[in-house]
């Protein structure tokens, strides 16, 4: 059986807030994980373990003091075009209307216009926001707002896409309806993105998405815990998956307890 190709590799990664100073944070320490072709990992914690320093290290919005962070055969070293980012928040501009903020990110890497005018129309359809292309985000429900930022992430097609609690400011059935369209366009590889990194607070949510959980400890942040998923995702039911829920979610309960 052959191994599937690694997309990303976070070797020995460490960070520290204030490194220099004698307030100096260590958060993250002795980071290691990697990403393989047509994976999707979920990285879960407590409050303050690291988690989202983590992702953005990934990005490469941040630098870690230690350690690399490998895309393919190459390091990351500041943002980079391959890799895109959904935060929590609506992070979309308020004075372009859909159309323009889904196309945003093609036109800052120069495509043609005839390249962002058929991947910002085809990105409309998948995510289902057709009716909405001339609307501007104040018109829009917090859940279509979030949709528009899928949207523009995906248009640019990253081989990596990092998801940042991206469904945590919307309502349960909002949230499950984005999260059931985004895994639909996944599974059937209807955009060319390879993997995805997120980070949840979810255990419920990690387990239904994920190929692989990734478990990190606080204060430092170190990985404690690495679960495979092996059921096919459409076997995936709160019941079926009930024991993998309740083992996270008890090692979860542990490291919060244990650091109080």
């Known amino acids: ?137 104040r018109e829009l429900s917090g859940g279509m707002r979030q949709r528009v930022g899928f949207a523009r992430a995906l248009a640019v097609e990253p081989e990596l896409l990092l998801l940042d609690e991206p469904f945590s400011s919307l309502d349960i059935y909002t949230g499950e309806n984005l999260r059931s369209d985004l895994m639909r366009i996944w599974s059937t590889r209807q955009i060319k993105t390879r993997a995805m990194v997120m980070v949840t607070h979810s255990v419920d949510e990690a387990v239904m998405m994920s190929d692989r959980i990734i478990l990190l400890g606080s204060k430092p942040g170190t990985i404690t815990g690495n679960y495979e998923i092996t059921t096919p995702r459409e076997n995936r039911t709160k019941q079926a998956m009930h024991d993998l829920i309740e083992e996270i979610g008890e090692e979860l309960s542990d490291q919060i307890a244990a650091s109080v």
Not at 32 to 54: A, M, P, W, Y
Not at 73 to 78: E, I, S, T, Y
Not at 105 to 128: C, F, P, R, W
Request: proline share 4%; with cysteine; charged share 15%.
């Open 1 to 137: 059986m052959n191994k599937k190709k690694k997309i990303l590799e976070v070797s020995n990664v460490s960070h520290s807030f204030q490194p220099m100073s004698e307030n100096s944070n260590l958060v993250l320490d002795g980071i290691n994980f990697h990403v393989c072709d047509r994976e999707v990992i979920s990285i879960l914690g407590k409050s303050g373990s690291g988690k989202s320093t983590l992702l953005r290290i990934i990005s490469g919005l941040i630098i870690p003091d230690f350690g690399t962070v490998t895309l393919g055969d190459k390091k990351v070293l500041g943002p980079n075009p391959q890799i895109n980012m959904v935060f929590q928040t609506f992070a979309i501009y308020p004075w372009l209307t859909v159309y323009q903020n889904i196309a945003f990110g093609l036109q800052a890497q120069n495509y043609s216009q005839e390249t962002i005018d058929n991947q910002v129309n085809k990105m409309l359809h998948l995510i289902s926001l057709e009716k909405y292309r001339n609307a501007y985000p």
